[in-house]
């Protein structure tokens, strides 16, 4: 079985800065995916970026960046210049290929600061 | 084009009902998978169906139940309820094939067992 970890139950960043959030997971797959996901106050959980563990280099979406570390089965998410949209909370989440099933991590409560 | 849309957004039960919950995947997207969310438990995966079968399944006792139909659209279905059956009940809906593994969430259903 998959497990997701999130160590960082909340953080906080000011406006315009950067901010890393962490997460590692655990499995015995070689085929899967990563993912962060973001779900604001509004409820609707929103992809951010998605990571396929076969390739080595690191997904990026304008602000969003992540730092995927295979061997150390590390996947971190970095936002910059940070905006007060960026208020919500994040997941981790893994997905075995083949498998439309998505483990998720505890979240990190995101808040930033004007 | 339409996102994943899920109904209703809201609704209370007492315990001993039950209830069913709608979703309408994203046009063309045949995949559809239900996740519970909760403050104590987190994102849980309920079920996968695709093509009218039901191919993953969570941890959840029987009461749990859903079903596709032929036009993709999916039901989920809480018999008995239980005062911790209070969650926020979430519908995703993929693609298959190259480029997926990306699911797409809809807004949610909020059950309240009293």
């Known amino acids: 079985a998959q497990t997701v970890t999130q160590s960082q139950p909340e953080m906080s960043v000011q406006e315009a800065e950067t901010v890393t959030l962490s997460c590692t997971y655990d499995?015995?797959?070689?085929?899967?995916?990563l993912f962060w996901y973001k779900q604001p106050p509004s409820r609707q959980m929103i992809l951010v970026i998605r990571q396929e563990a076969y390739k080595q280099q690191n997904a990026t979406e304008n602000r969003f960046s992540v730092n995927f570390q295979k061997a150390a089965k590390s996947f971190s998410l970095k936002i910059s210049d940070s905006q007060l949209g960026d208020t919500a909370m994040y997941f981790c989440?893994?997905?075995?290929?083949?498998?439309?099933?998505?483990?998720f991590g505890t979240g990190t409560k995101l808040q930033v600061i004007p | 084009k339409a996102g994943v849309t899920q109904t209703p957004r809201y609704l209370i039960k007492t315990r001993g009902q039950q209830v069913t919950l709608s979703c309408s995947p994203i046009s063309g997207h045949r995949s559809v998978s239900w996740y519970q969310q909760t403050p104590g438990q987190g994102l849980q995966f309920l079920f996968e169906y695709f093509s009218e079968t039901q191919r993953n399944k969570g941890n959840f006792p029987g009461r749990f139940s859903g079903r596709q139909f032929s036009n993709s659209r999916s039901e989920m279905n809480v018999s008995t309820l239980e005062l911790g059956d209070s969650a926020l009940y979430l519908c995703?809906?993929?693609?298959?094939?190259?480029?997926?593994?990306?699911?797409?969430f809809g807004a949610g259903s909020r059950l309240t067992v009293l």
């Open positions: 499995t015995s797959e070689n085929n899967y995916y």
């Open positions: 989440a893994f997905m075995k290929g083949g498998y439309q099933k998505v483990t």
């Open positions: 995703a809906s993929s693609l298959e094939g190259p480029g997926a593994n990306v699911l797409t």
